[in-house]
């Protein structure tokens, strides 16, 4: 016992009335154990012995002054407040709760953290059951000084819980609430044991055995103080004493240190020997039961329902750090449900990664869409006549040069991370078959300098405008002039001359086409000139029709399965053409997969379409062209499933995304986001949302409702491909 403890003991039992007033705090007075009476009698002698041996035991030669001075007050308190049933049952929180109308009592309490402890040192091996057949209770009572009881209450045999006793964080307690679970809700009170204190966060996955082996799987929704013996230490001189304390003034056992649980599930077998398997949560744990930490891999992954296999995407944790059970690998490794078992692979469900510049989104796509090409990873098509598996085709937008890097390995890795990689089934290392398809623009040039990558240059035909019109109307366009625009290029792809941009430019600019749109009445003058104005770009004329193969003459060798087929555009100066080039790509795929007579190599292909900075390309605020995109590119979505085609959406404001895209996705993986407006847009749980400003490097909220509860997961520490 330290000298500062004494002294506030010294301190406070010099002010009898308050050592003995009725309790101010009407909070703990509610919320008292059932008082034991002090006329106990029977008990008395043992009880004097006990109380010698725990005041010698509590009481160091610095504090001996103070219990001197007040020996019977003391003495009193022990007699009412520790019966010798307290320190017979190690996990009941009744002795802690028996009476707190006594100030004195924290020598007492240290005491029974003693014993708590001592008993994990009497019996630190297993025991076989939380629910004691006697032989283990009198091992333990036979060798110890603590006078334990025979614990006659639990009789059941068939409980196959195993884990160590001293690994419980603590109890299920009814001392503070009544134990409950009702259809809407549960209150499950756990009181925590001094010792484990640090161990608990919100969100902690705890396990609560039930007898018959089966068990209740468990977050931790509410963590509490609650003062173990009332102390009025909202005081001057309270405060005072306890900030000049040299070292830590606060005595853990003083305190109750509670865990509310919010039930996840039941875990249980049908047999012995079938698997686990989860419920909802319908029973109710017993008072006193242990609190025990998840130890087995397997228990958390049925718990939260996470796939055992499929997609790597990171590994559990709670509040940033990584959740460890006793199994091997420790870690619980997160997988998204990538094969038929349970309707289609979830990445046909579209994707979405999003945080704020700078918190690992390219990093950790890189490490995800590296999981997609490895050559058992096949997609079935719907249409394809010999029923064959296909590979998929990854498509990347990359707007800052980062992704042919897939190209290259990580030479950072050590054997250690890779002997790791495999034991989890992560797939590293580079993608030989990745391609870089470079637009040709002139005045820019593609360095082309992060990668050994094959570089294939390609131009954009006009022609591909006759389909897509919305590709060279710039933004704020509205539904008239969108109208009018695809009257002008009707008539000019009817025309005989080269269907090049240049062309269609000279043609709406001449006087007489002019007079014979608006002369007419076909079109109103001020639309006319509006459309004029609009689809006039110094920059067009740089990218359209270049020196290079036509886009659409290299189809097949962009969608091809087993490849990575990047689009860089950093490189080029002008926004307006590299967003040509991205809605050129997007709407390529989109019409290819959504009619019936498409092209073969996108048809036949399915397709990873990974889209950065996609609140670009898919924000309705655009005005009328990026509406008729997105209702596109959502119907596409819509298909996915269908079509083999998934959608990799990557962003920082996600709240941009139009509404009838988002609601496609059905995997979303959160990072740190700091804008309000973000966090709120994408409709996670509260407890959760709260957590995202907070969120570090690699550490995220995945909320993919048809794969797992939601979760926190920690991405690599790694990438599995270069990434500098
Ligand atoms: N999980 C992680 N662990 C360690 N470093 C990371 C992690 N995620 C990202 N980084 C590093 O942080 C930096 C920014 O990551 P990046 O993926 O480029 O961010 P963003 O694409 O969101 O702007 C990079 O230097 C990257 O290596
Ligand atoms: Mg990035």
Redesign the pocket.
Same mark, same amino acid.
């Given at each position: 016992m330290k000298y500062e403890d004494a002294d506030i003991l010294a301190f406070i039992s010099n002010k009898p009335k308050l050592t003995y007033a009725p309790e101010k705090d009407t909070g703990s007075n509610e919320n008292a154990g059932p008082n034991e009476s002090s006329g106990n009698k029977a008990k008395d002698l043992e009880k004097k012995n006990l109380e010698k041996d725990l005041l010698t035991e509590a009481s160091g030669p610095d504090s001996l002054p103070a219990f001197e001075e007040f020996p019977v007050s003391s003495s009193e308190a022990l007699k009412n407040t520790l019966p010798s049933e307290a320190l017979t049952d190690a996990f009941s929180s009744e002795a802690l709760m028996e009476d707190n109308s006594h100030n004195s009592l924290n020598i007492i309490s240290n005491t029974v953290s003693q014993a708590l402890s001592s008993i994990s040192r009497v019996a630190p091996e297993p025991v076989s059951s939380f629910f004691p057949d006697s032989s283990s209770v009198s091992r333990i009572s036979g060798e110890d000084e603590l006078p334990f009881e025979a614990f006659d209450e639990y009789d059941i045999g068939a409980s196959r819980v195993t884990p160590a006793l001293d690994e419980a964080f603590g109890i299920v307690t009814t001392g503070i609430e009544p134990l409950e679970i009702t259809h809407s809700g549960a209150t499950i009170t756990g009181y925590i044991a001094s010792a484990r204190r640090s161990e608990i966060r919100l969100g902690t996955y705890v396990v609560v055995p039930y007898e018959g082996g089966e068990k209740l799987f468990a977050r931790v929704g509410k963590l509490q103080y609650r003062q173990e013996f009332a102390v009025d230490d909202a005081t001057e001189i309270h405060s005072r004493r306890m900030l000049n304390a040299r070292a830590s003034p606060i005595n853990e056992a003083d305190y109750k240190f509670l865990a509310c649980l919010d039930p996840l599930c039941i875990l249980y077998r049908k047999k012995a020997d079938s698997a686990l398997t989860r419920r909802m949560a319908d029973r109710i744990p017993r008072p006193n039961t242990p609190i025990l930490p998840v130890t087995d891999r397997l228990e958390v992954q049925t718990g939260l329902n996470i796939p055992e296999e499929g997609v790597f995407l990171g590994h559990l944790s709670v509040g940033g750090e990584l959740v460890k059970t006793h199994s091997e690998p420790e870690t619980v490794a997160y997988y998204l449900r990538n094969d038929y078992s349970m309707g289609d692979p979830l990445i046909f469900r579209h994707m979405l990664i999003c !945080?704020s510049? !700078? =918190? #690992? +989104? =390219?990093? $950790?796509s890189k490490n995800i869409l590296r999981q997609f090409m490895t050559e058992s990873n096949r997609y079935r098509l719907r249409n394809s006549p010999d029923k064959a598996r296909k590979n998929p085709c990854l498509v990347i937008m990359d707007p800052q040069d980062e992704y042919s890097q897939i190209f290259e390995d990580n030479e950072t890795l050590t054997e250690e991370d890779k002997f790791r990689f495999e034991s989890e089934n992560v797939t590293y290392g580079r993608v030989q078959s990745t391609k870089a398809f470079v637009a040709k623009v002139e005045g820019q040039k593609y360095p082309g300098d992060k990668s050994r990558a094959e570089q294939i240059e390609f131009t954009i035909p006009f022609s591909l405008v006759k389909h897509n019109s919305w590709l060279i109307s710039a933004a704020g366009m509205s539904e008239l002039q969108y109208i009018g625009l695809e009257v002008l290029l009707g008539d000019f792809f009817k025309s005989s001359v080269p269907h090049t941009y240049l062309n269609f430019i000279n043609h709406i600019e001449n006087e007489g086409t002019r007079s014979y749109y608006v002369d007419s009445g076909k079109l109103h003058e001020s639309s006319y000139d509006g459309i004029v104005r609009r689809v006039s770009s110094r920059f067009f004329p740089k990218v359209f029709d270049q020196d290079a193969t036509p886009i659409t003459e290299i189809v097949d060798k962009i969608f091809k399965p087993g490849q990575i087929s990047v689009f860089p555009t950093e490189y080029i100066s002008s926004p307006r053409i590299r967003d040509l080039i991205v809605l050129t790509i997007m709407s390529l795929i989109v019409d290819n997969k959504l009619n019936t007579t498409g092209i073969d190599a996108i048809k036949e292909t399915p397709i990873i379409l990974a889209l950065d900075e996609a609140h670009r390309y898919l924000s309705s605020a655009n005005g009328e062209h990026a509406r008729l995109i997105i209702s596109r590119f959502a119907d596409a979505a819509r298909q996915g499933r269908k079509e083999a085609l998934g959608l990799f959406l990557i962003t920082q404001d996600p709240q941009d995304i139009d509404d009838t895209v988002f609601k496609q996705v059905n995997t979303k993986l959160i990072l740190n986001l700091n804008n309000d407006t973000a966090i709120s847009s994408l409709k996670v749980p509260k407890e959760y949302e709260r957590r995202i400003p907070y969120l570090k +490097? !690699?550490q995220m909220i995945i909320h993919s409702p048809d794969n797992s509860d939601i979760v926190e997961i920690l #991405? $690599?520490?790694n990438c599995v491909v270069r990434?500098r």
């Amino acid at each position: 016992m330290k000298y500062e403890d004494a002294d506030i003991l010294a301190f406070i039992s010099n002010k009898p009335k308050l050592t003995y007033a009725p309790e101010k705090d009407t909070g703990s007075n509610e919320n008292a154990g059932p008082n034991e009476s002090s006329g106990n009698k029977a008990k008395d002698l043992e009880k004097k012995n006990l109380e010698k041996d725990l005041l010698t035991e509590a009481s160091g030669p610095d504090s001996l002054p103070a219990f001197e001075e007040f020996p019977v007050s003391s003495s009193e308190a022990l007699k009412n407040t520790l019966p010798s049933e307290a320190l017979t049952d190690a996990f009941s929180s009744e002795a802690l709760m028996e009476d707190n109308s006594h100030n004195s009592l924290n020598i007492i309490s240290n005491t029974v953290s003693q014993a708590l402890s001592s008993i994990s040192r009497v019996a630190p091996e297993p025991v076989s059951s939380f629910f004691p057949d006697s032989s283990s209770v009198s091992r333990i009572s036979g060798e110890d000084e603590l006078p334990f009881e025979a614990f006659d209450e639990y009789d059941i045999g068939a409980s196959r819980v195993t884990p160590a006793l001293d690994e419980a964080f603590g109890i299920v307690t009814t001392g503070i609430e009544p134990l409950e679970i009702t259809h809407s809700g549960a209150t499950i009170t756990g009181y925590i044991a001094s010792a484990r204190r640090s161990e608990i966060r919100l969100g902690t996955y705890v396990v609560v055995p039930y007898e018959g082996g089966e068990k209740l799987f468990a977050r931790v929704g509410k963590l509490q103080y609650r003062q173990e013996f009332a102390v009025d230490d909202a005081t001057e001189i309270h405060s005072r004493r306890m900030l000049n304390a040299r070292a830590s003034p606060i005595n853990e056992a003083d305190y109750k240190f509670l865990a509310c649980l919010d039930p996840l599930c039941i875990l249980y077998r049908k047999k012995a020997d079938s698997a686990l398997t989860r419920r909802m949560a319908d029973r109710i744990p017993r008072p006193n039961t242990p609190i025990l930490p998840v130890t087995d891999r397997l228990e958390v992954q049925t718990g939260l329902n996470i796939p055992e296999e499929g997609v790597f995407l990171g590994h559990l944790s709670v509040g940033g750090e990584l959740v460890k059970t006793h199994s091997e690998p420790e870690t619980v490794a997160y997988y998204l449900r990538n094969d038929y078992s349970m309707g289609d692979p979830l990445i046909f469900r579209h994707m979405l990664i999003c !945080g704020s510049t !700078g =918190t #690992g +989104k =390219t990093f $950790l796509s890189k490490n995800i869409l590296r999981q997609f090409m490895t050559e058992s990873n096949r997609y079935r098509l719907r249409n394809s006549p010999d029923k064959a598996r296909k590979n998929p085709c990854l498509v990347i937008m990359d707007p800052q040069d980062e992704y042919s890097q897939i190209f290259e390995d990580n030479e950072t890795l050590t054997e250690e991370d890779k002997f790791r990689f495999e034991s989890e089934n992560v797939t590293y290392g580079r993608v030989q078959s990745t391609k870089a398809f470079v637009a040709k623009v002139e005045g820019q040039k593609y360095p082309g300098d992060k990668s050994r990558a094959e570089q294939i240059e390609f131009t954009i035909p006009f022609s591909l405008v006759k389909h897509n019109s919305w590709l060279i109307s710039a933004a704020g366009m509205s539904e008239l002039q969108y109208i009018g625009l695809e009257v002008l290029l009707g008539d000019f792809f009817k025309s005989s001359v080269p269907h090049t941009y240049l062309n269609f430019i000279n043609h709406i600019e001449n006087e007489g086409t002019r007079s014979y749109y608006v002369d007419s009445g076909k079109l109103h003058e001020s639309s006319y000139d509006g459309i004029v104005r609009r689809v006039s770009s110094r920059f067009f004329p740089k990218v359209f029709d270049q020196d290079a193969t036509p886009i659409t003459e290299i189809v097949d060798k962009i969608f091809k399965p087993g490849q990575i087929s990047v689009f860089p555009t950093e490189y080029i100066s002008s926004p307006r053409i590299r967003d040509l080039i991205v809605l050129t790509i997007m709407s390529l795929i989109v019409d290819n997969k959504l009619n019936t007579t498409g092209i073969d190599a996108i048809k036949e292909t399915p397709i990873i379409l990974a889209l950065d900075e996609a609140h670009r390309y898919l924000s309705s605020a655009n005005g009328e062209h990026a509406r008729l995109i997105i209702s596109r590119f959502a119907d596409a979505a819509r298909q996915g499933r269908k079509e083999a085609l998934g959608l990799f959406l990557i962003t920082q404001d996600p709240q941009d995304i139009d509404d009838t895209v988002f609601k496609q996705v059905n995997t979303k993986l959160i990072l740190n986001l700091n804008n309000d407006t973000a966090i709120s847009s994408l409709k996670v749980p509260k407890e959760y949302e709260r957590r995202i400003p907070y969120l570090k +490097k !690699g550490q995220m909220i995945i909320h993919s409702p048809d794969n797992s509860d939601i979760v926190e997961i920690l #991405g $690599l520490s790694n990438c599995v491909v270069r990434h500098r």
